[in-house]
């Protein structure tokens, strides 16, 4: 089936860095993918929609200038959270889908906790 | 807009059946899955549905019924490894999903 990877799983950094997060589609050509994060005890909110080979889609209220959001190719998107600080302490996850009526198959997740 | 809703939380019995419901109303319509999710972990894909009626995986099953915007998922024989958060989401246009607040369930012994 459809693999989604996602790495690193977990980052540690200190508030002020950048940190920067790799989604890739193993098996398939992924066109859009999507960048969620997730809270402690909430659900999914998406934050961006990322889209080979031009700019990406983010929702209200999330700054495209602080989620910074590549996909230069047909399996990779990356998110770049640039000057960190520890309320951007989160569980980010992507996720893809192959054509056709196919679920969305999501990566493993990345735990960031800033400092 | 777009709404979807589940409740919060649900306890079950090791063993039991418990069936956790999904209503939705989105702009558009191309199918309702279904995703399980561990705390600390990435969802995993259970089940969906494009067309009315009930879609079974061994001890999954998933309905639907488009016309009263409503879905459940049906947990049979339950095992305390079930307890996790089961999240509905709609694809209501082209890869656009719109996934729902989670059900959290916790299965006693």
């Known amino acids: 089936g459809a693999v989604v990877s996602q790495h690193p799983s977990w980052v540690i950094c200190k508030s002020g860095t950048s940190v920067k997060i790799e989604c890739r589609s193993l098996?398939?050509?992924?066109?859009?993918m999507f960048w969620y994060r997730q809270f402690p005890k909430q659900s999914l909110m998406l934050m961006a929609t990322?889209?080979?080979?031009?700019?990406?889609?983010?929702e209200q209220g999330v700054e495209k200038d602080k989620f910074l959001i590549n996909h230069a190719s047909l399996t990779l998107s990356t998110l770049t959270v640039t000057s960190a600080h520890p309320e951007d302490s989160s569980f980010y996850i992507c996720?893809?889908?192959?054509?056709?009526?196919?679920?969305?198959?999501f990566g493993n997740g990345t735990r960031l906790t800033v400092t | 807009g777009q709404n979807i809703d589940q409740p919060t939380e649900m306890t079950a019995t090791e063993g039991a059946i418990v069936q956790i419901n999904c209503t939705y109303q989105?702009?558009?319509?191309?199918?309702l899955f279904w995703y399980q999710q561990h705390a600390g972990e990435a969802p995993t894909f259970l089940s969906y549905?494009?067309?009315?009626g009930l879609e079974e995986k061994g001890r999954f099953s998933s309905f639907l019924s488009r016309s009263k915007g409503y879905s459940y998922l049906l947990l049979k024989e339950l095992q305390m490894k079930d307890s996790a958060s089961y999240l509905c989401?709609?694809?209501?246009?082209?890869?656009?999903?719109?996934f729902g607040p989670g059900t959290r369930l916790s299965v006693l012994p």
């Open positions: 098996d398939f050509q992924a066109t859009t």
């Open positions: 989105t702009s558009g319509f191309n199918g």
């Open positions: 990322s889209n080979e080979g031009s700019k990406a889609t983010y």
């Open positions: 549905n494009v067309l009315d």
């Open positions: 996720s893809a889908r192959p054509l056709g009526n196919s679920p969305l198959h």
């Open positions: 989401a709609v694809n209501n246009y082209g890869q656009n999903f719109v």
